[in-house]
């Protein structure tokens, strides 16, 4: 469900919080120096010059100063510097100020203990045109603060005068364990619980549609691991490149769940802006998302109306127009614990004309992607050339592709999965907008039952073309994958999937880049046959 009344909480924490931020010196003198390279290490003496024989003893010392061209060298330390970090100026388009690791093979060790704090170790709050990169951030054996990094708009002003914020380059960083444990992060107050988000990206909650907000920020090459509920998380950004960053091991965490109620989330990356209509223009592309916490290892349980959410990219409450491209996402409760929770891509409430495409999903335990914006109508979402395979192995119903709203155009998929490879509800079909067809579905366990419409019985591949008129020109037919147990999804020479599918614009590429097509036509499927 959605999560409105969690980030009004949060956005009121983040401009109370921000206006609260001021310059925090660590020892007695002045300090007015800028450079071209600072540099920064904890064991010297304070407060330093900034120069190699004579580091700032604190990153917020580097900070105080750093002006645009500058680069903050953070050298590696006897112990993980512990401090809550705030930008102070902006760079420039031609001369972003970059905070990095002295050496990028020996990296600085970044943590802040807040015990809870709504917080991040570095933060930039209305700053633009920083790169933060080759840092390892790890809360093991501490109670973090509530994020790691922490950017974005906290006056609300902007929205209207602007400029939106830009700039913003997140390059080749590690986070790790970052959150607390689940006992430290249950002890929190609702509305900080919710504020958990490894990397927080935002534009502030209800942006109005056309607002400046914060835009071009590019996350890449990033690795998060063992961090708390949510690794990525974005509100109201607009034109992000969010590419080739791996995202493993995300454990439980607990937020309101827009009533009185706790639910227990897992995601890998979440996305939201609170605004009908704002238009994203986000990209994820080539990003490795997988092997979340299994529910029978959390300690946590869900109150009230709460309820239970694990998914690897989510699309929460009204983002519009992006595209989500050759992401690999496994392993999300492949046992289907709690049936009906868990997806790979989850594409809901009032999420409208997203592109998604060249996706390889497998062993998710409900549903490998989940269209459903609740209400309303907009531009389709279109589900073109993607993989699911082999989603769920326990109870209840594990499901390829689930329409549970409409507006959505389903083309070019290989879905072979164990119980449904797709399954379109009754008020999909009352909200309209569904095209179907030139999808390859496959169902492990018996072959032929492949879907179920109108939330009628799993019926037979020529009863459901009958039923849903729709698939004329899909089939119904093993795909033969390389391997499904390795896996690799490409095609083997005798694929029918293979030049089975139809040209589609928006997809001229396949995941690993190849041009489409290889062939007489498009194949079915993330992998186009060569």
């Not at 958990?196 to 690795?223: E, R, W």
């Not at 496994?330 to 614990?337: G, T």
């Not at 039923?467 to 490409?490: M, R, Y």
Request: one cysteine or more.
């Amino acid at each position: 469900m959605s999560r409105l009344k969690t980030v009004v909480l949060l956005f009121c924490l983040v401009l109370t919080t921000a206006a609260a931020a001021t310059a925090q010196v660590t020892g007695s003198t002045t300090l007015t120096v800028s450079r071209a390279v600072i540099y920064v290490n904890k064991d010297s003496s304070c407060p330093g010059s900034g120069t190699i024989g004579s580091p700032y003893c604190s990153i917020q010392n580097a900070f105080n100063v750093a002006a645009a061209g500058d680069d903050i060298r953070i050298q590696k330390a006897s112990s993980p510097y512990d401090e809550n970090a705030i930008a102070q100026s902006s760079g420039s388009s031609g001369s972003p100020i970059i905070v990095e690791s002295d050496d990028a093979s020996n990296q600085a060790i970044i943590r802040y203990t807040g015990n809870g704090a709504v917080a991040g170790a570095m933060e930039f709050h209305d700053r633009n045109y920083w790169t933060i990169q080759n840092l390892t951030f790890d809360g093991k054996g501490v109670f973090t603060s509530t994020m790691a990094v922490w950017i974005g708009l906290s006056n609300s002003g902007r929205w209207s005068s602007g400029p939106a914020l830009t700039g913003f380059r997140v390059l080749n960083n590690t986070f790790r364990n970052w959150g607390g444990t689940e006992a430290q992060e249950s002890s929190l107050s609702t509305a900080t619980q919710s504020a958990i988000g490894t990397l927080f990206i935002s534009g502030g909650y209800g942006a109005p549609v056309g607002s400046f907000t914060i835009d071009g920020t590019v996350v890449q090459d990033n690795l998060f691991d063992t961090d708390r509920m949510i690794a990525i998380s974005m509100t109201s950004t607009t034109h992000s490149i969010v590419q080739n960053n791996e995202i493993k091991n995300t454990t439980c965490g607990r937020q309101t769940s827009g009533g009185p109620g706790l639910a227990v989330v897992i995601d890998g990356m979440h996305l939201i802006t609170g605004t009908v209509g704002f238009v994203t223009g986000d990209l994820f592309k080539g990003n490795l998302i997988h092997d979340h916490q299994l529910p029978g290892s959390c300690g946590l349980a869900p109150t009230g109306d709460g309820y239970w959410e694990a998914d690897g990219i989510h699309g929460d409450v009204y983002p519009v127009g992006g595209t989500i491209d050759s992401n690999k996402i496994w392993n999300i409760d492949p046992a289907n614990v709690h049936n009906g929770t868990s997806t790979g891509l989850h594409i809901e409430a009032g999420n409208f004309g997203w592109t998604v495409k060249n996706n390889v999903i497998y062993n998710i335990g409900y549903a490998g992607i989940l269209n459903n914006q609740q209400t309303g109508s907009g531009p389709v979402n279109q589900y073109y050339n993607n993989t699911i395979y082999s989603n769920g192995s326990g109870a209840g119903n594990q499901i390829g592709i689930e329409l549970r709203w409409g507006f959505a155009v389903v083309k070019n998929n290989i879905i072979g999965v164990t119980d449904l490879p797709i399954y379109v509800r009754s008020q999909a079909i009352t909200a309209g907008g569904i095209t179907i067809d030139y999808n390859d579905y496959w169902n492990q366990g018996t072959g032929a039952n492949v879907a179920s419409w109108n939330e009628g019985a799993i019926t037979n591949f020529a009863t459901w073309k009958t039923n849903c008129g729709c698939d004329s020109h899909s089939i119904n037919a093993d795909p033969q994958f390389v391997s499904s147990s390795t896996p690799d999804f490409h095609l083997q020479a005798t694929s029918p999937a293979i030049n089975a599918g139809i040209t589609l614009t928006q997809v001229t590429t396949d995941f690993d880049g190849i041009a489409r097509p290889q062939g007489s036509a498009y194949d079915m499927g993330a992998y186009d046959w060569h």
